[in-house]
């Protein structure tokens, strides 16, 4: 089924003349009609795609279909951010990803569901209802960026845009078994996009491989006048590095002695010597304990968060205050405590603080190490309802990703194991420096290349 392709074998198979934008968008379609009621993996639907699409032909995405996370404003499709405070928010405007996107020749198929705001990391602080793992259904797909991870599973879409506070494109997609990229902060535009902790947000794709990841990062990155934090610097081209050897680097495997982690670490560890057999060295590595990342992450979010969230006033656009869901009423009140002058400790300047100490601890395992090497995420999928009675689910299932989300480093996740009773996988992370994303492409590529987790070069 074409809606099957990688993003890389669709654009081949358009600029081949193989199949038409009719047959593609005909199968994508009938995915969508056949799973989505189930899986409430796409909140709104964009009916003029594929007559876009005809007009985006001659250009490098070729009008592919593309899923777009719920929290991107889009200018003819209504933006909910998942929360019924914008249940008919309907943008004068596209975020700069979007026009990117289109500028490149992509096409906004439709519009993903996401924990509310973006606030969790399971995708059932929905306001429009939880998302299902596609790959069992008894399971959760993770979040925030959970409609989108789902959407590219179950082949719902070519390809995804999502967007990473600490964790929601990465693990998202290591519990639905896909491929998920955090740029390094300031590389893509944050313009148009709702803001939930404005220093560490970071829009980017969630696909069927590593080199479609790269295509479409290609795609989106890059400096925009309306974000100050963008890097002014043009973007390099990620899939530079594609397909070469790794021979001779150096990476540092991020081994956390921590209780619950037994099962993944030494599951990790027996796919380390793929990255040894293709020239790698490996070595074990120390860095700070995620554990103290968590309670940066958590005050910095939830004081930022209180700051964003303040102008939803139900006056200049959207629902009065009183249609916030109880995960963002929770983390504005938090938020507004501790950065309150009330406080005997100014908890958020010690916060950011020990995020310093992290930023520090980085430099100097990259003095070290070309690439970093851990697990995405403390375990498998969690089932249904898991995060019911859990006020920090999300900081601890996104645990091993905080201390590069805090610090503004970019990183991919990777399927590194499948457990054919769940038919729930295990992912990779790979950290690299600042602004080094195409060794981060570089190793995942290798890796994916050279093992059989990924399921769609399987099957290809």
Known sequence: MLNQLTLTQTIEGLKKNQFSLDELYQAVDQAIGKKNKKLNAYLTLNEKSLATAKKQSKKALMGVPIAVKDNFCTAELRTTASSKVLDNFQPPFNATVVNKLEENGGVVLGKTNLDAWAHGSSTETSDYGRTLNPRNTDYLPGGSSGGSAAAVAADMCIAAIGSETAGSIRQ???????????????????????????????????????????????????????????????????????????????????????????????????????????????????????????????????????????????????????????????RQMLGTYTISRATEINTYQLAQKVRTLFVEDMKKLFSKYDILVSATSPGFAKKIGATEGSAMFGELEDMLLEPSSITGYPGINVPFYHDPQTNLFLGMSLVVPMWEEQKMFHVADAFEKNTDWNTWRKQS
């Not at 902790?197 to 990155?221: C, F, M």
């Not at 968590?294 to 979010?301: H, N, S």
């Not at 629902?319 to 929770?330: G, I, L, P, T, V």
């Open 172 to 330: 998202p997609a290591a519990w639905c078994g896909a491929v998920g990229v955090k740029p390094t902060y300031g590389r893509v535009s944050r313009y148009g996009v709702a803001a939930m902790a404005s220093s560490t947000d970071s829009p980017g794709p969630i696909t069927k491989t590593v080199e479609d990841g790269a295509v479409l990062l290609n795609a989106i990155a890059g400096h925009d006048p309306l974000d100050a934090t963008t890097n002014e610097e043009k973007s390099p081209d990620f899939t530079k590095l594609i397909g070469k050897s790794i021979k001779g680097l150096k990476i540092g495997y991020i081994y956390h002695d921590t209780e619950g982690l037994e099962m993944v670490n030494e599951k990790l560890e027996s796919q380390l010597p793929v990255l040894e057999k293709l020239g790698a060295k490996v070595e074990k590595a120390s860095a700070l304990d995620p554990h103290y990342a968590i309670g940066v992450y958590t005050v910095v979010q939830r004081a930022e968060v209180s700051s964003n969230l303040a102008r939803y006033d139900g006056i200049r656009y959207g629902n009065d205050r009183s249609y916030f869901c109880h995960e963002a009423k929770k």
